[in-house]
């Protein structure tokens, strides 16, 4: 895939065309010799393939053209930044981690990268309120570590969480492994810190946990993707470090067993509770055959959840979730199990887990459709997706199958599915046969074509299948509120 793939984009004439004079002018506002990458003209200090990895995303499915990558290392030099490309029309694309799944990281054209990777710092952090306040581009397995150090956890944690920065979680309003038990960061973000495209600092870095003084403006930015303003800085509510953890492995024979088991596990868990999550059977084979690894459960399933609880003491844990074992064996709802009983398998079996986005993108590629569908249907997209790629004769074993697999994984426990559809290669004739299949498919069932991933460019065109179009022109009003110029992020999901 490249921005090819994309004939109906063409560069904006509006914008200007990046000069010797605006690199020198980055170079007045960015002391730092190695605060800017850039290969043009007389200032050039880097190679194509320097920029490669800020201009390619995640799943090497889409391909920028920039050629400057700005760094600033200060709220103040972000603003200057951004107020010298209002006032010359250059267009820019915040990047943090750059691990996003859909497009919205990666500059379209010749967009200016602005990379969050020198805002690294921990400004403060109260450990009787347990707020943390800490730069954008702090990486999220850097802070979590950080408040482990203080008897804390981030309330949010996911695979990327070795790359991601948490201003590029906060951008995307990312979900991950343990929504069900620590809620959204529309819940948890008390404040943000962020330059307006015109390069005025809007100071909401608020760390009161109550704050009822008219809108709540910080929430625009929650999910916003880098559309209306650049994230600097972020103030997060952050819960107790949990000082007993169990995980468990179920086999089920049916999706209609994963329900009865959630049912089950939520009544005798409760508040333990800290993740469900489903690996269908093919994704686990997908994920021994890459690793090479012997899967934890001597049968083979259909279906396989992993539970997780956290809490304070360990024998309580414990007997309650033996308790739920033994309910979930004698009334047949699972088929076969395992539980962690030390560290190393702990994580042997989050591995299960964790391990699959990068494994299924083992042979090429991967198709991503992030979605939300209520727990009575959640799977039945996936059956359908298959029997689609099997009547247009794409899937199979053969070199010539574009299609390897159709597998679905995911939040169940947040009715948040993962239809991935790993590839030998990207192709049109793919795309073709799975869009807009799966947008009607989710339209008729009232669920969502991204629950928690976001937009970007790769769910532009279908918007409209979850949105109104009034609330898509609310979105673009505002937008252009924040953004009369239009230079943040564009291309993307909020533009017609
Ligand atoms: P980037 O990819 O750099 O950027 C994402 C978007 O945010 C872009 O539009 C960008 O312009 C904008 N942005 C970034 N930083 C800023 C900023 N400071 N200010 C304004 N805009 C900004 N996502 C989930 O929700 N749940 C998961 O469980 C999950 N697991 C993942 C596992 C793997 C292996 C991978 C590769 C990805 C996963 N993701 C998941 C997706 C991704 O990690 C998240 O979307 C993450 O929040 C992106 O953070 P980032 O710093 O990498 O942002
Ligand atoms: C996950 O839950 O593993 C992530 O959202 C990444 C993915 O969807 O592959
Ligand atoms: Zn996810």
């Not at 904006?12 to 010797?20: C, L, M, N, R």
């Not at 005798?268 to 509770?273: D, H, T, V």
């Not at 070199?399 to 939040?411: F, M, S, T």
Request: with cysteine; proline share 5%; glycine share 8%.
């Amino acid at each position: 895939f490249t921005t090819d793939s994309y004939p109906n984009l063409k560069r904006d004439p509006k914008f200007a065309q990046i000069t010797e004079d605006d690199i020198a002018h980055f170079k007045s506002i960015l002391p730092h010799r190695s605060s800017i990458l850039t290969t043009t003209g007389a200032h050039a200090n880097a190679t194509p393939d320097d920029l490669e990895p800020f201009n390619t995303d995640w799943m090497r499915k889409y391909r920028g053209h920039t050629t400057l990558v700005l760094k600033p290392r200060t709220t103040t030099e972000a603003s200057q930044i951004l107020s010298y490309c209002n006032f010359r029309s250059l267009a820019v694309v915040p990047q943090g981690g750059n691990t996003g799944l859909v497009g919205g990281s990666i500059p379209v054209f010749d967009e200016i990268i602005i990379s969050m990777n020198n805002f690294n710092q921990i400004r403060s952090f109260d450990p009787v309120s347990g707020i943390l306040v800490c730069d954008a581009g702090v990486v999220l397995e850097v802070a979590d570590q950080y408040l482990r150090e203080q008897g804390h956890i981030f309330p949010l944690d996911l695979g990327a969480k070795g790359s991601c920065h948490v201003g590029g979680n906060v951008a995307t309003n990312a979900g991950g492994l343990r929504l069900l038990r620590y809620g959204s960061l529309h819940g948890t973000v008390l404040g943000v810190e962020a330059v307006l495209p015109d390069g005025r600092i809007v100071n909401d870095l608020s760390t009161l946990r109550k704050n009822n003084t008219g809108y709540d403006l910080k929430q625009l930015f929650i999910g916003s993707e880098g559309t209306i303003g650049l994230i600097t800085a972020i103030s997060i509510q952050c819960p107790q470090k949990p000082t007993a953890h169990n995980v468990a492995l179920f086999g089920l024979q049916s999706f209609d067993h994963v329900r009865q088991a959630f049912v089950k596990t939520k009544q005798q868990l409760s508040e333990i509770l800290s993740a469900f999550e489903l690996m269908d059977g093919n994704s686990q084979d997908l994920v021994a055959k890459v690793t090479g690894k012997k899967h934890p459960l001597e049968s083979k399933c259909p279906f396989y959840v992993l539970i997780e609880t956290s809490g304070s003491n360990d024998d309580h844990d414990a007997a309650k979730l033996d308790s739920l074992l033994e309910d979930l064996t004698t009334s047949e709802i699972i088929s076969d199990g395992t539980q962690a009983s030390n560290d190393t398998e702990f994580k042997g079996l989050w591995s299960w887990r964790e391990g699959v986005p990068e494994c299924l993108g083992h042979w090429g590629g991967v198709y991503k459709y992030d979605v939300s569908i209520p727990l009575a249907e959640f799977y039945d997209l996936v059956t359908a997706t298959r029997k689609r790629c099997i009547e247009a004769g794409i899937l199979g074993d053969r070199p010539e199958h574009l299609v390897v697999d159709v597998v679905g994984y995911g939040h169940v426990g947040d009715c948040n599915l993962h239809l991935n559809v790993p590839v030998r290669a990207y192709d049109k004739k793919v795309e073709q046969v799975l869009e807009p299949f799966i947008y009607e498919w989710i339209q008729e069932r009232s669920g969502s074509i991204s629950a928690e991933h976001g937009l970007g460019l790769a769910k532009k065109a279908y918007v409209g299948y979850s949105r109104e179009p009034a609330m898509l022109k609310l979105m673009r009003d505002i937008k252009k509120q924040y953004d009369p110029k239009g230079i943040m992020n564009p291309y993307k999901y909020v533009e017609e």
